[in-house]
Nanobody, 126 residues
Framework: QVLLVESGGGLVQAGGSLRLSCVASGLTFSSYTMGWFRQAPGKEREFVAAITRRAWSIYYADSVKGRFTISRDNTKNTVYLQMNSLKPDDTAVYYC???????????????????WGKGTLVTVSS
C-alpha cells in the first residue's frame, strides 16, 4: 500500500516561511517523480512544483517561481517544499503526489499523478 504523508502546514503571516515535508512508503521512492499541488477554497486543485526521480528536472508554477523550492532526499523517501515570502493567495490545502508517468513541458497536470497524500493546510494571514 502506497502512503504519502504530508506535514509542516500551519498558520503564518504574510511574508513568512514554511517548509512542507512528505514521507512516502510502499513504493520505490527513487523511481517516482514527486509533486506538490494545492487547492484553495472554492478553486480547483492546481500544480505547484515537481521534481523528477534524481532531481535532474524541476518545474514550478509561475505563481510560485522564485519563492518556493522543491527538493527531495531519496535516502529518506521524502520530498520537501520550502515556501518563502508567503502571500494570502498561497492559502490552500497542499497535497503531495507521486507518479511514474511523464509530465508535460511545463510540469505535471493532476491527472498525471498516480498517488496522493491527504494534504496539509497552509493558511497565510494578511
Amino acid at each position: 500500500q502506497v502512503l504519502l504523508v504530508e506535514s509542516g502546514g500551519g498558520l503564518v503571516q504574510a511574508g513568512g516561511s514554511l517548509r512542507l515535508s512528505c514521507v512516502a512508503s510502499g513504493l520505490t521512492f527513487s523511481s517516482y517523480t514527486m509533486g506538490w499541488f494545492r487547492q484553495a477554497p472554492g478553486k480547483e486543485r492546481e500544480f505547484v512544483a515537481a521534481i523528477t526521480r534524481r532531481a535532474w528536472s524541476i518545474y514550478y508554477a509561475d505563481s510560485v517561481k522564485g519563492r518556493f523550492t522543491i527538493s527531495r532526499d531519496n535516502t529518506k523517501n521524502t520530498v520537501y517544499l520550502q515556501m518563502n515570502s508567503l502571500k494570502p493567495d498561497d492559502t490552500a490545502v497542499y497535497y503531495c503526489a507521486a507518479t511514474g508517468k511523464l509530465g508535460a513541458s511545463w510540469g505535471y497536470p493532476s491527472d498525471a499523478m498516480e498517488y496522493w497524500g491527504k494534504g496539509t493546510l497552509v493558511t497565510v494571514s494578511s
